[in-house]
């Protein structure tokens, strides 16, 4: 299968890339170069729906280099960058993902990968896996298993697996140490800043940041922003994390009671409609919207564009949307994944831990997986 991608002539500059985040990931190097000695994917193929940037990339090239077959697709169309897709391409894996592409597309490269056949997933958020058992359950026929590294993705595994329904052994990354305490916490509260900033152009210091949700993704999004500066309240409908956030010295309110005093909000919650056209027409004029949860469900953005009267394009990744009470409020890369639609995602050095997890996890799936219970596994 021939790679499907933007434009081949970027190559150079994803090469860039991804020679600088390998030089700041050892671990996953130490990996790859076991990998390339001992070939333990050799006959196999490797199918990863991840969000294509460089240190992702970095991880399917170290799969290839252990004799896989690997075909990458994205698991986020905004989160695709080109530049690096071309450069992937160019190292042997084959990879179906152009950035920006509508719906149908990405849906139809989703396809396309897992019509080889995989032996081994690597899966961002469960859209493979759903595929997998609603879709086309014949492609799974040499499935050994795979791997989830997101909460929403481990969410979505384990009601399959609850209701009994899971056709192949999946490993838990994100549960592991060397993962959410890290990743999820270090890493998205540095990314989902860094996001938003080089978007903006604003400051952060004196603002008032509502993060919705205090799980690992929303402690980082929080102590980020008050070592940026930021006056910070967490909306929590758990109330034993609702009660840590006020120990780490943050105010939790309601979205409701939140809403009027937010200058930007930030949504992690992994939930649907955390903030609403009702929350919306409580926030004060520029109040700037975001999520940095993998679906772009937790903003309402169809009930916003419903609302306003008028929407344009205010900033490059930044929409406005004019409210009938005449405010305006700020919508950044649609609603998608803030950290990678509108930054480069986590800092290498953190990716390092959790590409590392997933390429012994893979390893292990490879040399296991028919041997394993079909259900959601801990990392050994």
């Known amino acids: 299968m021939e790679s499907l991608i933007g434009d081949v002539s970027l190559a150079p500059r994803g090469r860039q890339k991804i020679q600088w985040v390998r030089r700041h990931m050892p671990v996953l190097s130490g990996i790859a170069e076991t990998f390339e000695r001992d070939k333990p994917f050799r006959g196999l193929r490797v199918v990863l729906c991840i969000h294509l940037e460089a240190k992702t990339a970095y991880l399917a090239e170290a799969l290839h280099l252990g004799g896989a077959e690997v075909i990458a697709t994205g698991s986020n169309p905004l989160s695709t960058q080109d530049d690096v897709c071309a450069a992937l391409s160019e190292s ?11 719906g149908e597309t990405f849906h139809r490269y989703e396809c396309l990968a897992l019509s080889t056949l995989p032996h081994v997933v690597v899966d961002d958020g469960g859209d493979l896996v759903h595929i997998l058992h609603e879709e086309h359950p014949e492609w799974a026929v040499n499935l050994r298993g795979g791997c989830e590294e997101t909460t929403t993705g481990i969410h979505r595994l384990r009601v399959r697996a609850h209701a009994g329904k899971l056709a192949f052994p999946m490993f ?21 800043w860094d996001g938003i900033m080089r978007t903006t152009n604003l400051t952060v210091a004196g603002s008032t940041a509502v993060v919705g949700g205090y799980g690992w993704c929303g402690k980082g999004v929080a102590m980020r922003a008050k070592g940026l500066g930021a006056k910070v309240i967490v909306t929590e409908v ?67 564009r419903a609302l306003a009267t008028d929407s344009f394009e205010a900033r490059a990744n930044i929409e406005g949307f004019v409210l009938p009470n005449g405010r305006t409020v700020y919508l950044i890369a649609q609603g998608r994944l803030v950290n990678l639609a509108a930054g ?5 050095e953190i990716m390092d831990m959790s590409f590392a997890l997933q390429a012994l996890c893979v390893r292990r799936m490879a040399e296991t997986g028919p041997a394993l219970a079909r259900d959601v596994l801990a990392v050994p």
């Open 238 to 304: 758990d109330p034993v994390k609702a009660i840590e956030a006020v120990m780490d010295g943050f105010t939790v309110l309601p979205m409701g009671e939140a809403a009027p005093l937010g200058d930007c909000f930030v949504t992690v919650t992994g939930c649907a409609d955390v903030v609403t056209p009702a929350h919306m027409l409580l926030m004060k004029e520029g109040a700037i919207l975001c999520n940095a949860g993998h679906f772009d469900v937790e903003v309402d953005v169809a009930g916003l």
């Open 172 to 192: 838990n990354i994100n549960d592991a140490d060397c993962k959410h305490l890290f990743d999820n916490r270090y890493g998205t509260g540095q990314s989902v």
């Open 92 to 102: 042997g894996v084959t990879v179906l993902a152009t950035h920006g592409c509508d």
């Open 344 to 348: 480069d995602g986590h800092p290498a």
